[in-house]
């Protein structure tokens, strides 16, 4: 599994993908924190990162859309099938790479406290477990995006797929408090926030720890982990 990881993590930066990712991925924060906090003179990092996981998340596709399709495109795929390597260790190699471009933004957010600390009194408890939340966030949105993006072996329809995926997750998030609006709505809303992704922080929001949240959030990733190698294997022996 280091082999692929090595290899995913290093494709990152041998071109511009992953220095795009993380620097406007730390423009839009920067511009949250600016705003939130900054000109607020607020120290809670929470209501930057609640918008952050919002206006971010078209960014995940950058890492994953390609992951699956790259390399049968390439026809490196064929070079892995080879290798003495079990499918979950190529599809986890990979999966860790984009974990690790991801955590560097996350890294820029563990810094504010810090920082915060000049303005006023920081909620450290507070402020770090929304950050962990986040992380679980995208690592949850990083799995599902890898899952859809191993469906195609187009690298154009596997983009497609991604943004369609992400597109439909935030619409739901957005539409949600207009369902339970409407008669028979309250049942509708419980059935789709299973798939509100977005929607599990808002606890973090107000400063509560979401325990159900944590867990839903290392639910789907291993679930998503789980039925990318699946795909997988089951493609490697086709």
């Given at each position: 599994?280091?082999?692929?990881?090595?290899?995913?993590?290093?494709?990152?930066?041998?071109?511009?993908?992953?220095?795009?990712?993380?620097?406007?991925?730390?423009?839009?924060?920067?511009?949250?924190?600016?705003?939130?906090?900054?000109?607020?003179?607020?120290?809670?990092?929470?209501?930057?990162?609640?918008?952050?996981?919002?206006?971010?998340?078209?960014l995940i596709p950058i890492l994953t859309m390609n992951v699956i399709a790259k390399d049968r495109k390439s026809g490196a795929y064929q070079l892995l099938y080879s290798l003495p390597l079990r499918s979950s260790d190529i599809i986890l190699g990979k999966y860790f790479a984009m974990l690790v471009v991801f955590a560097i933004p996350t890294a820029f957010l563990a810094l504010m406290p810090l920082i915060f600390n000049f303005m006023g009194e920081v909620n450290y408890l507070v402020s770090y477990t929304s950050i962990i939340c986040f992380f679980l966030f995208g690592a949850a949105l990083i799995a599902v995006c890898t899952f859809v993006s191993s469906l195609s072996d187009n690298v154009i329809l596997s983009a497609v797929f991604n943004y369609i995926t992400v597109a439909a997750l935030i619409a739901l998030y957005m539409v949600k408090p207009l369902i339970a609006l409407l008669p028979a709505g309250e049942i509708i809303t419980k059935i789709l926030s299973v798939f509100d992704i977005f929607g599990k922080f808002e606890s973090f929001v107000y400063g509560?720890?979401?325990?159900?949240?944590?867990?839903?959030?290392?639910?789907?990733?291993?679930?998503?982990v789980f039925l990318s190698v699946r795909l997988f294997e089951r493609k490697r022996l086709m």
């Open positions: 599994m280091s082999v692929i990881f090595k290899r995913e993590f290093r494709s990152y930066f041998q071109n511009v993908t992953g220095f795009v990712f993380i620097a406007v991925y730390i423009l839009i924060a920067g511009a949250f924190i600016t705003l939130y906090n900054f000109f607020s003179f607020n120290s809670s990092i929470s209501y930057a990162v609640s918008d952050l996981m919002l206006w971010g998340a078209p509560i720890f979401d325990i159900k949240a944590i867990i839903y959030y290392l639910s789907v990733s291993a679930l998503f």
